[in-house]
């Protein structure tokens, strides 16, 4: 007994000293450390190391602040490590910054521990007009920017450009109308009448419908209180604006084509295998892509093509923001400091170089380096020329049960086609599925 | 009927076997590989460039340390708590003994992910964040060992205890030199499994640490790969990395985990 216990007492103190070793970190006095919390892994990984750096060797060594990156796991993770400390009684172990996804606005966005990025700027005296407006309204809550969009991304079309030269279209579909005349001529079948080429691949959802509904008449709201932008949304507005119907409507006709394939994953791979001729994805798919598809055939990317004529909205920003937390350091001027060089033209550009993002402070569109690496690949020109065309009202979706809602998107309308039910009844059910969603979340709310 | 198991095993072995040959030959392959179509099952032709990648743009050895240190103290320690607490729910008798067994068990129903919150609250309050203890601290109470191994000792006969007391021998002796033995199929593969599971967890060592030089390799391992880009070939070495150990102790300690399941299965 008395062996045993004496080895569980070494190994604790084992486990002790081990402990300590990790802790090696010193401080030296007067220099304000930031930490900043990120999902940015691989390509990206490095090229948010090499901003830091970049920070701690020049502003940073200056104003004596220096920023240490801590990455916690994917973007989801970085969600659930923040929130697990902002329920505890302790907010101490919060980092001055946070770099989150989209999805993570509804959390964050009433947190009393958030401070908003805009008060951060405007204590700084710092016009934040240099921002993109789009991408700053990505994150406007309330009239509010409550933080600074960092890994931006929209939606793009791509399409097989060698397919297209093979049976002679010259220019890509502008309109949901001319994607069924194009789809209908790229669609390939065997012998047997089996498809083996189709001209389109996507069952939509949120992520597509958001701008599908949204631009259209210039600018639609798929919900009220601004697509949950200015307060929880109590009812969706598709059904009652006809934005649905007139979307199911070009649907259904481009499914009866028989070209396009309702295909909800791996839509790259099918894209690349020359299966499907045309697919929308996110601009930060661009790099993937080109490596996938490789030298089989020439890769041709065009704006998201529009409902109809009158759909002018455009597209919307997507992505990541990085936030700034109140954990009682009162380091904020110091993280400010940091959210301004991360975001400064220079480093936009490097950051869109690196990883694709495009960048979100003004001024890099015109550098020279700028105009000189979109000459070189004029695919990111379509994606930016898209995005500026843009109204920049129209923006993401955000609801409660977000899951939920995206899944009803896409087996409504996989219903519709299947099922052959009319847009119309289609379009209803959506508005009464979805409605009950934010009901209950009032429900929840309230109680 | 023969053919039948033999088939089956075989349809069910090849669906284990098939991810884990998959990683070890992506581990070679070449960038191009990853994206070439149809898929590749084996590389075009093979190099160590991702091995080289995999160290050179993580700490993985750092990774690798925390998760073996981790893994095996967590393990040694729940396999001590584990045996004595089966021990004495087999072999004593005392007031609210099957209560506070029930209670034990009935931990086994709580999903790990609802405690994860309280769990990280006082794992922090304790200031253990970033610490080896941190990390372990809640794998070592583990009710399905304790359970599983009081099952087995019951069917050890309490008169073999009486008459080894009698003859003046210790709990602790009967345990470590008749008990355990005689245990040492079932305690093997406790132990084997409790080593690949805190080996394996993710979402908990990510939690209570912030220092990469803490990070254990699961998180590491994410770190690797970015969602944008296909380039896997670094990830996957590291993978290989990972399952080898898990692989050779399940190779070389085959024989014990077989008769743990056979025996407990055929009901002795």
């Not at chain 1, 933080?147 to 929209?154: K, R």
């Not at chain 1, 994607?179 to 669609?187: F, G, I, N, Q, R």
């Not at chain 1, 083996?196 to 509904?213: C, Q």
């Not at chain 2, 884990?20 to 994206?35: L, M, Q, V």
Request: proline share 4%.
């Amino acid at each position: 007994m008395k062996r045993l216990i004496i080895h569980v007492v070494l190994v604790l103190l084992a486990t002790q000293s081990l402990a300590a070793l990790g802790q090696t970190e010193t401080q030296r006095d007067a220099v304000t450390t930031i930490t900043w919390w990120h999902s940015n892994s691989g390509l990206a990984g490095k090229a948010a190391e090499t901003l830091v750096d970049d920070f701690n060797n020049t502003v940073g060594k200056e104003k004596n602040i220096q920023v240490q990156a801590v990455y916690q796991g994917k973007a989801n993770d970085v969600l659930t490590k923040a929130k697990a400390i902002w329920q505890s009684s302790d907010t101490s172990d919060l980092p001055d910054l946070v770099q989150l996804d989209g999805s993570a606005v509804l959390d964050i966005r009433d947190n009393p521990n958030l401070i908003a990025m805009e008060d951060l700027a405007k204590a700084d005296g710092y016009d934040l007009s240099q921002i993109m407006e789009a991408a700053r309204l990505s994150i406007t809550y309330k009239q509010e920017m409550i933080a600074m969009p960092f890994n931006s991304s929209t939606i793009l079309l791509y399409y097989n450009k060698t397919a297209f030269d093979e049976v002679g279209i010259t220019t890509p579909p502008r309109t949901l109308d001319d994607l069924a005349e194009v789809a209908t001529k790229l669609k390939k079948t065997d012998d047997k009448g089996k498809v083996i080429r189709y001209g389109f691949a996507n069952v939509p959802t949120t992520y597509e419908l958001m701008v599908w509904l949204g631009q259209q008449n210039g600018l639609s709201y798929i919900t009220d209180f601004e697509n949950g932008h200015t307060g929880n949304p109590t009812k969706v507005l598709f059904h009652e604006n006809g934005t649905m119907v007139n979307f199911l409507t070009k649907w259904k006709a481009l499914y009866a084509t028989g070209s396009l394939e309702n295909l909800t994953s791996d839509l790259n791979g099918a894209f690349a295998s020359g299966r499907v001729v045309m697919i929308v994805a996110s601009t930060s798919n661009l790099t993937t892509i080109h490596s996938m598809v490789g030298d089989r055939f020439e890769v041709g990317v065009a704006p998201f093509p529009m409902v109809d004529e009158k759909a002018t909205g455009g597209v919307n920003v997507g992505g990541g923001a990085i936030y700034a937390l109140n954990n009682g350091s009162h380091n904020e001027s110091a993280a400010w400091e940091f959210v301004k060089f991360a975001t400064s033209a220079k480093q936009q550009y490097a950051w869109h170089i690196a990883t694709g993002y495009f960048p979100v402070h003004r001024d890099t569109y015109t550098m020279p380096e700028f105009q000189a690496h979109l000459e070189a690949n004029p695919h990111y020109g379509v994606a930016i020329k898209q995005l500026l065309d843009s109204n920049p009202k129209l923006q993401g979706l955000w609801v409660p049960s977000a899951y939920q809602i995206y899944y009803a998107f896409q087996s409504g309308i996989l219903k519709m086609l299947t099922e052959n039910k009319s847009p119309e009844q289609t379009s209803k059910e959506l508005e009464t599925e979805i409605n009950s969603y934010f009901a209950e979340f009032q429900r929840m709310q309230q109680e | 009927m023969k053919k039948v198991t033999a088939f089956v095993a075989t349809v069910f072995s090849l669906i284990v076997v098939f991810p884990i040959f998959y990683s070890i030959s992506a581990s070679f392959f070449t960038y191009t590989d990853f994206t070439s179509i149809p898929a590749r099952l084996l590389p075009s032709r093979p190099t160590l460039e991702n091995y080289y990648r995999a160290f050179k743009e993580s700490n993985l050895e750092q990774f690798l340390a925390n998760s073996l240190v981790t893994a095996s103290l967590g393990t040694a320690l729940r396999m001590v708590i584990s045996i004595l607490a089966a021990y004495t729910f087999s072999f004593f008798t005392f007031k609210g003994r099957d209560v506070l067994f029930v209670l034990i068990v009935a931990t086994m129903l709580l999903p790990s992910d609802a405690l994860l919150l309280a769990n990280y609250s006082t794992i922090r309050s304790l200031r253990l964040t970033d610490t080896y203890v941190g990390i372990i601290s809640t794998t070592l109470l583990a009710p399905t060992h304790i359970f599983m191994l009081r099952q087995y000792f019951k069917t050890v006969s309490s008169e073999y205890r009486e008459a080894a007391l009698i003859e003046g021998c210790s709990d602790v002796r009967f345990l470590t030199t008749l008990l355990i033995p005689i245990s040492k199929a079932v305690v093997i593969t406790l132990a084997i499994h409790s080593f690949s599971t805190i080996f394996n967890d993710y979402l908990w060592p990510l939690l209570v640490t912030n220092k990469e030089s803490m990070r254990t390799v699961q998180v590491g391992l994410t770190m690797l790969g970015f969602s944008e880009n296909l380039d896997y070939g670094p990830q996957f070495a590291a993978i290989t990395l990972l399952i080898t150990p898990i692989l050779i102790a399940f190779i070389a300690m085959h024989k014990p985990i077989q008769t743990s399941v056979s025996t407990r299965f055929a009901g002795r």
